[in-house]
Every structure is written in structure tokens, then in C-alpha cells.
T-cell receptor
Framework: NAGVTQTPKFQVLKTGQSMTLQCAQD?????MYWYRQDPGMGLRLIYY???????DKGEVPNGYNVSRLNKREFSLRLESAAPSQTSVYFC??????????????FGDGTRLSIL | AQRVTQPEKLLSVFKGAPVELKCNYS??????LFWYVQYSRQRLQLLLR??SRESIKGFTADLNKGETSFHLKKPFAQEEDSAMYYC????????????FGSGTRLQVQP
């Protein structure tokens, strides 16, 4: 019963390095999301993909890029990591924005530290 | 832009006591409201949504449009209710993604 799978679970980077966070879902959901969670704050939307082939900026997109590779996979890339991007990153999926009353399903999160 | 406010970072109660986790929102339209919960070492998961008008694990929440609130309540807290609770909102137009509050940690003491 995988649901939403994120890799890696932990990562330490040096400032300026690049990396891609992977996310895959096996629920045939149309929409996928990337959030970041910082201490004392709720989850904030970075990017989302309402359907395969589309992506849109969320609340805090600067410094990130995304790729909706296919219906299952939605990756988040940090091109040049900065200490301000140290956070816990969550991927989520849902049936679709037109079904906004349907729940989002979350992965376990990726804890990313940038030195 | 919409905003969700959870004024309490930590709420500590004794087992059997009533619980109320506060959530206020600012949004001019007709949003959809949710409560998500994260138990220790588990994924963030949906607890309940206002549209369903259901009670989950003894919790209920009523949307009060006049006060723009969606407080989560349970008459008798259990130790297994200890967790992080997040209130979230989806607007009825525009970007239909969740906006989260900062969360309230509920500690239920024996």
C-alpha cells in the first residue's frame, strides 16, 4: 500500500549543489503537489501539477523547478541549493482540482539540509 | 490571498477532558475547509472535511462562516489523540490547492 513515495528521505547538500527530489504515486491521481514545511509554519505550496503535462507556481516557487514526467511522477529540482532551502519537503497527490473536496495523500517527506 | 490561522502552537489537556483546536481563516469566497493530522512517525493524513459533516475518531468541526472559523472539537480526549493538527483551506476559485495553518500540537496527558 505505497500511496505516495518520496526519495530520498534525508539529504545533506552544500550550498550551490543541485539535486532532484523524486515523487511517485500509484493511485492514478491527476493532481500532484510539492510543499515545504519550516519550523513554526504550516506547509507552503511550492509547485503543483493539476494534470499530466501542466505545472503551476505555488506560494514559494523561487529557486525550484518541477517536472511532471508522467501521470505517476512529479519531481522537484533545486538547481543551486541555498541554506534558506533547508526544510522538510512533502509531495502529495489528489484526484484533481475539480474535486477539491477530496483529500490529498501525502508522502513521508524528505528532510533536506543545506550547509 | 487566503490565510489560515491556528493561534495555539501547543494545547495540553488531560485524558477525558474536552478539546477544542481553534482555526480561523480569511477568505472572501466560499472555501472548503479541512483538518489534517500527523501522528508520531506517520504521514500527514486527512482527519475530516467540512463538506462531509462527519465525525471521525470522535472529532467534529463546524464551519462558521460568520466568524470565519472551523474549530475542531472532541468531548473526551484520549492519549492516542496526541498529534500535530493542521487546519487547511481550498478556495472556490483560482489556484485550488491547500493553504495550511501553522499547526497545533495536541498533548493528551494520562
Amino acid at each position: 500500500n505505497a500511496g505516495v513515495t518520496q526519495t530520498p528521505k534525508f539529504q545533506v547538500l552544500k550550498t550551490g549543489q543541485s539535486m532532484t527530489l523524486q515523487c511517485a504515486q500509484d493511485m492514478n491521481h491527476n493532481s500532484m503537489y510539492w510543499y515545504r514545511q519550516d519550523p513554526g509554519m504550516g506547509l507552503r505550496l511550492i509547485y503543483y501539477s493539476a494534470s499530466e503535462g501542466t505545472t503551476d507556481k505555488g506560494e514559494v516557487p523561487n529557486g525550484y523547478n518541477v517536472s511532471r514526467l508522467n501521470k505517476r511522477e512529479f519531481s522537484l529540482r533545486l538547481e543551486s541549493a541555498a541554506p534558506s532551502q533547508t526544510s522538510v519537503y512533502f509531495c502529495a497527490s489528489s484526484e484533481g482540482p475539480e474535486y477539491s473536496n477530496q483529500p490529498q495523500h501525502f508522502g513521508d517527506g524528505t528532510r533536506l539540509s543545506i550547509l | 490571498a487566503q490565510r489560515v490561522t491556528q493561534p495555539e502552537k501547543l494545547l495540553s489537556v488531560f485524558k477525558g477532558a474536552p478539546v477544542e483546536l481553534k482555526c480561523n481563516y480569511s477568505y472572501s469566497g466560499s472555501p472548503e475547509l479541512f483538518w489534517y493530522v500527523q501522528y508520531s512517525r506517520q504521514r500527514l493524513q486527512l482527519l475530516l472535511r467540512h463538506i462531509s459533516r462527519e465525525s471521525i475518531k470522535g472529532f467534529t468541526a463546524d464551519l462558521n462562516k460568520g466568524e470565519t472559523s472551523f474549530h475542531l472539537k472532541k468531548p473526551f480526549a484520549q492519549e492516542e489523540d496526541s498529534a500535530m493538527y493542521y487546519c487547511a483551506l481550498v478556495p472556490d476559485t483560482g489556484r485550488r490547492a491547500l493553504t495550511f495553518g501553522s499547526g497545533t500540537r495536541l498533548q493528551v496527558q494520562p
